[in-house]
Protein backbone atom coordinates (compact mmCIF):
# COMPACT_ATOMS: atom_id res chain seq x y z
CA UNK A 1 0.00 0.00 0.00
CA UNK A 2 1.66 3.19 -1.21
CA UNK A 3 1.96 6.11 1.28
CA UNK A 4 2.07 9.53 0.44
CA UNK A 5 3.96 10.64 -2.59
CA UNK A 6 5.54 14.04 -3.61
CA UNK A 7 8.13 15.15 -6.67
CA UNK A 8 10.26 15.67 -7.60
CA UNK A 9 12.53 15.15 -4.08
CA UNK A 10 14.78 18.06 -4.70
CA UNK A 11 14.75 21.36 -6.76
CA UNK A 12 16.90 24.53 -7.12
CA UNK A 13 15.06 27.27 -8.71
CA UNK A 14 16.48 31.01 -9.24
CA UNK A 15 14.82 34.11 -7.14
CA UNK A 16 12.02 35.39 -9.67
CA UNK A 17 11.10 32.09 -11.04
CA UNK A 18 7.80 29.87 -10.71
CA UNK A 19 7.74 26.27 -9.19
CA UNK A 20 5.04 23.47 -9.17
CA UNK A 21 5.10 20.75 -6.35
CA UNK A 22 3.13 17.43 -6.44
CA UNK A 23 1.58 15.63 -4.35
CA UNK A 24 0.12 11.82 -4.28
CA UNK A 25 -2.13 11.15 -1.66
CA UNK A 26 -2.90 8.07 0.14
CA UNK A 27 -5.19 5.61 -1.59
CA UNK A 28 -8.69 6.25 -0.67
CA UNK A 29 -7.99 9.29 1.16
CA UNK A 30 -9.34 12.82 -0.21
CA UNK A 31 -7.74 15.46 1.70
CA UNK A 32 -4.58 16.82 0.78
CA UNK A 33 -2.94 19.53 3.17
CA UNK A 34 0.17 21.46 2.34
CA UNK A 35 3.20 22.50 4.41
CA UNK A 36 5.91 24.88 4.92
CA UNK A 37 8.82 23.51 6.86
CA UNK A 38 11.98 26.38 7.45
CA UNK A 39 15.12 24.10 9.00
CA UNK A 40 14.81 23.87 12.60
CA UNK A 41 11.30 24.85 12.78
CA UNK A 42 7.94 23.06 13.18
CA UNK A 43 5.57 22.69 9.77
CA UNK A 44 3.64 25.61 8.91
CA UNK A 45 0.12 25.19 7.40
CA UNK A 46 -0.11 26.51 3.59
CA UNK A 47 -3.28 25.17 1.82
CA UNK A 48 -5.96 22.60 2.97
CA UNK A 49 -8.26 21.17 0.13
CA UNK A 50 -10.65 18.33 0.44
CA UNK A 51 -13.06 17.13 -2.61
CA UNK A 52 -10.97 19.60 -4.88
CA UNK A 53 -12.13 22.62 -2.89
CA UNK A 54 -9.92 24.63 -0.93
CA UNK A 55 -11.13 24.12 2.74
CA UNK A 56 -8.15 26.40 5.03
CA UNK A 57 -5.48 28.87 4.09
CA UNK A 58 -2.47 29.78 6.06
CA UNK A 59 -0.35 33.25 6.52
CA UNK A 60 1.15 33.12 2.90
CA UNK A 61 0.60 35.44 0.54
CA UNK A 62 -0.94 35.67 -2.72
CA UNK A 63 2.59 33.85 -4.51
CA UNK A 64 1.09 30.63 -3.15
CA UNK A 65 -1.94 28.70 -4.76
CA UNK A 66 -2.90 25.28 -5.11
CA UNK A 67 -5.54 22.76 -6.43
CA UNK A 68 -6.80 19.22 -5.92
CA UNK A 69 -7.19 16.91 -9.53
CA UNK A 70 -10.23 14.72 -9.37
CA UNK A 71 -8.10 11.82 -9.02
CA UNK A 72 -6.94 13.83 -5.12
CA UNK A 73 -3.53 14.45 -6.02
CA UNK A 74 -2.75 18.29 -5.88
CA UNK A 75 -0.15 20.71 -7.12
CA UNK A 76 1.49 23.74 -4.83
CA UNK A 77 2.52 26.61 -7.28
CA UNK A 78 4.68 29.06 -5.91
CA UNK A 79 5.53 32.32 -7.97
CA UNK A 80 7.93 34.77 -8.16
CA UNK A 81 10.34 32.67 -5.74
CA UNK A 82 12.65 34.67 -3.16
CA UNK A 83 15.02 33.20 -1.16
CA UNK A 84 13.03 32.85 2.05
CA UNK A 85 11.05 30.91 0.69
CA UNK A 86 13.78 28.25 0.35
CA UNK A 87 12.70 25.01 2.62
CA UNK A 88 11.35 21.52 2.78
CA UNK A 89 7.59 21.54 1.53
CA UNK A 90 5.38 18.76 3.15
CA UNK A 91 2.09 16.97 2.07
CA UNK A 92 0.10 15.52 4.22
CA UNK A 93 -3.17 13.12 3.27
CA UNK A 94 -5.79 12.04 5.49
CA UNK A 95 -9.39 11.04 5.07
CA UNK A 96 -11.41 13.42 6.23
CA UNK A 97 -14.99 13.59 6.37
CA UNK A 98 -17.49 15.53 4.12
CA UNK A 99 -19.33 16.89 7.20
CA UNK A 100 -20.50 16.13 10.49
CA UNK A 101 -17.71 16.92 13.85
CA UNK A 102 -15.07 14.95 12.73
CA UNK A 103 -12.64 16.76 10.69
CA UNK A 104 -9.68 16.00 12.19
CA UNK A 105 -8.99 12.64 11.38
CA UNK A 106 -4.56 11.60 11.53
CA UNK A 107 -2.58 13.36 8.91
CA UNK A 108 -0.01 11.17 6.84
CA UNK A 109 3.14 12.94 5.47
CA UNK A 110 5.33 12.89 2.20
CA UNK A 111 8.77 12.40 2.29
CA UNK A 112 8.72 16.73 1.36
CA UNK A 113 10.12 18.27 -1.64
CA UNK A 114 13.62 20.10 -0.43
CA UNK A 115 13.10 23.68 -2.49
CA UNK A 116 16.28 25.86 -2.58
CA UNK A 117 16.23 29.09 -4.41
CA UNK A 118 19.76 31.07 -5.06
CA UNK B 1 -5.37 31.50 16.01
CA UNK B 2 -4.34 28.35 17.69
CA UNK B 3 -1.02 28.75 19.80
CA UNK B 4 1.16 25.88 20.01
CA UNK B 5 4.55 26.05 22.51
CA UNK B 6 6.64 23.32 22.95
CA UNK B 7 9.48 22.76 25.53
CA UNK B 8 12.25 21.60 26.02
CA UNK B 9 13.67 22.23 22.79
CA UNK B 10 16.48 20.14 23.17
CA UNK B 11 16.69 16.93 25.44
CA UNK B 12 19.32 14.27 26.11
CA UNK B 13 18.66 11.51 28.54
CA UNK B 14 20.72 8.15 28.82
CA UNK B 15 19.80 4.91 26.82
CA UNK B 16 16.89 3.48 29.21
CA UNK B 17 15.48 6.58 31.34
CA UNK B 18 12.70 8.11 30.61
CA UNK B 19 11.94 11.33 28.54
CA UNK B 20 8.70 13.66 28.93
CA UNK B 21 8.07 16.42 26.27
CA UNK B 22 5.78 19.27 26.82
CA UNK B 23 3.13 21.22 24.75
CA UNK B 24 0.63 23.87 25.62
CA UNK B 25 -1.88 25.54 23.74
CA UNK B 26 -4.21 28.51 23.20
CA UNK B 27 -7.29 27.67 21.52
CA UNK B 28 -9.37 26.19 24.10
CA UNK B 29 -11.66 24.77 21.21
CA UNK B 30 -8.74 22.15 20.00
CA UNK B 31 -9.53 18.77 20.43
CA UNK B 32 -6.76 16.81 18.37
CA UNK B 33 -3.30 16.56 19.13
CA UNK B 34 -1.40 14.18 17.46
CA UNK B 35 2.69 13.77 18.04
CA UNK B 36 5.20 13.45 15.27
CA UNK B 37 8.37 11.97 15.35
CA UNK B 38 10.82 12.91 12.13
CA UNK B 39 14.09 11.70 11.64
CA UNK B 40 17.14 13.93 9.94
CA UNK B 41 16.13 14.16 6.48
CA UNK B 42 12.39 12.13 6.62
CA UNK B 43 9.29 12.80 6.51
CA UNK B 44 7.17 13.57 10.10
CA UNK B 45 5.31 10.06 11.05
CA UNK B 46 2.72 10.34 13.49
CA UNK B 47 3.98 8.12 16.96
CA UNK B 48 0.70 8.88 18.85
CA UNK B 49 -2.31 11.09 19.05
CA UNK B 50 -4.99 11.82 21.82
CA UNK B 51 -8.88 13.13 21.33
CA UNK B 52 -10.58 15.46 23.97
CA UNK B 53 -12.56 13.33 25.16
CA UNK B 54 -10.15 10.86 26.60
CA UNK B 55 -6.85 12.50 29.16
CA UNK B 56 -4.26 9.63 28.39
CA UNK B 57 -3.44 7.16 26.05
CA UNK B 58 -0.87 5.13 25.85
CA UNK B 59 1.00 2.67 23.42
CA UNK B 60 4.39 0.32 24.50
CA UNK B 61 6.35 2.56 25.67
CA UNK B 62 4.73 5.75 24.63
CA UNK B 63 2.20 7.77 25.89
CA UNK B 64 0.50 10.76 25.75
CA UNK B 65 -1.54 13.23 28.64
CA UNK B 66 -3.82 15.63 28.37
CA UNK B 67 -5.14 18.52 30.50
CA UNK B 68 -8.03 20.39 29.09
CA UNK B 69 -8.30 22.85 31.79
CA UNK B 70 -4.44 23.89 32.02
CA UNK B 71 -4.68 23.18 28.27
CA UNK B 72 -1.42 21.35 27.95
CA UNK B 73 -0.79 18.07 26.73
CA UNK B 74 2.66 15.85 27.24
CA UNK B 75 4.41 13.08 25.68
CA UNK B 76 6.48 10.35 27.98
CA UNK B 77 8.18 8.20 26.28
CA UNK B 78 9.60 4.92 28.78
CA UNK B 79 12.71 2.81 28.55
CA UNK B 80 14.43 5.21 26.05
CA UNK B 81 16.49 3.58 23.57
CA UNK B 82 19.02 4.66 20.57
CA UNK B 83 16.32 4.81 17.93
CA UNK B 84 14.54 7.08 19.70
CA UNK B 85 16.68 10.14 18.96
CA UNK B 86 14.75 12.20 16.67
CA UNK B 87 12.98 15.76 16.69
CA UNK B 88 9.51 14.93 17.74
CA UNK B 89 6.53 17.81 17.43
CA UNK B 90 3.48 18.63 19.01
CA UNK B 91 0.05 19.61 17.15
CA UNK B 92 -3.18 20.97 17.87
CA UNK B 93 -6.38 21.32 15.56
CA UNK B 94 -10.01 21.40 16.42
CA UNK B 95 -13.32 20.47 14.35
CA UNK B 96 -13.97 23.18 11.49
CA UNK B 97 -10.45 24.19 10.98
CA UNK B 98 -8.41 22.25 8.56
CA UNK B 99 -4.81 22.76 9.53
CA UNK B 100 -2.71 21.56 12.21
CA UNK B 101 -0.82 24.05 14.04
CA UNK B 102 2.62 22.58 15.23
CA UNK B 103 4.96 23.18 17.94
CA UNK B 104 8.86 24.41 17.60
CA UNK B 105 9.98 20.64 18.25
CA UNK B 106 12.53 19.14 20.75
CA UNK B 107 15.60 17.29 19.60
CA UNK B 108 15.57 14.28 21.60
CA UNK B 109 19.19 12.60 21.86
CA UNK B 110 19.46 8.88 23.74
CA UNK B 111 22.98 8.41 24.81
CA UNK B 112 23.69 4.51 24.70
Known sequence: DAGVTQSPTHLIKTRGQQVTLRCSPISGHKSVSWYQQVLGQGPQFIFQYYEKEERGRGNFPDRFSARQFPNYSSELNVNALLLGDSALYLCASSSGTGGGTVWNTEAFFGQGTRLTVV | ?112
Do not use: M
Not at chain 2, 1 to 21: F, K, M, W, Y
Not at chain 2, 32 to 56: A, C, H, M, T
Not at chain 2, 65 to 76: G, R
Open chain 2, 1 to 112: GENVEQHPSTLSVQEGDSAVIKCTYSDSASNYFPWYKQELGKRPQLIIDIRSNVGEKKDQRIAVTLNKTAKHFSLHITETQPEDSAVYFCAASKTGRRALTFGSGTRLQVQP
